[in-house]
């Protein structure tokens, strides 16, 4: 078998080596998901009580993405919830060990539903205050979030009370 990269393999050769070596490289990230973050917030609640996490993860990728954590270095504590009806009809949180986001698709945290839970805040934290989250994917890779803090009701800042989505 002759040997790729001698001279006497000719230039097609090595630019087949090449472009082979560039597939090989670029495969697992092709494959892997795509991920990003959209209508990222938190709803503040006064007197040191737990914070809610609300964000829109999509994925673009061929392959469902697992979320499996958050962190935040404003928060001491985060985990993934998810709020579900019990008998009758009280809401009750649950917590989740994963959130799968499928290919090509998206799935909403918001209130009601999936969310991130925030205990202990390190510092005063107050709506319009901006804090870095970072989410954890089963596979290693990480997505870096800013989330807005928002009012009890949802509201931006200065926006008199009007909820958000």
């Known amino acids: ?22 597939a090989f490289a670029c495969a697992p990230a092709l494959a892997a ?11 503040w ?9 609300y964000v829109v993860l999509h994925n673009d990728g061929a392959k469902a993405a697992e979320l499996v954590g958050a962190s935040s270095p404003d928060y001491a504590q985060t985990m993934l919830h998810q709020t579900l009806a019990g008998n009758g009809g009280e809401m ?3 917590h ?8 090509h698709g998206s799935v ?22 901006h804090v870095p989250m970072t989410l954890r994917f089963a596979d290693g890779r990480e997505l870096k979030v800013e989330f807005e803090v928002r009012s009890a009701s949802g509201a931006m800042p200065g926006m008199s009370g009007m909820p958000q989505k």
Request: hydrophobic share 50%; proline share 9%; aromatic share 6%.
């Open 1 to 22: 078998m002759q040997n790729l990269l001698t001279p006497k393999s000719g230039a097609a050769s090595r630019r087949r080596l090449l472009a082979f070596a560039l």
């Open 33 to 43: 998901p795509t991920l990003s973050a959209t209508d990222a917030w938190i709803r």
């Open 45 to 53: 609640l006064p007197a040191g009580l737990p914070a809610g996490g």
């Open 92 to 94: 009750r949180m649950v």
């Open 96 to 103: 989740v060990d994963k959130v799968v986001v499928p290919a």
């Open 108 to 129: 909403a945290f918001k209130p009601g539903g999936y969310h991130i839970m925030l205990m202990h805040a390190r510092h005063a934290i107050q709506p319009g205050d």
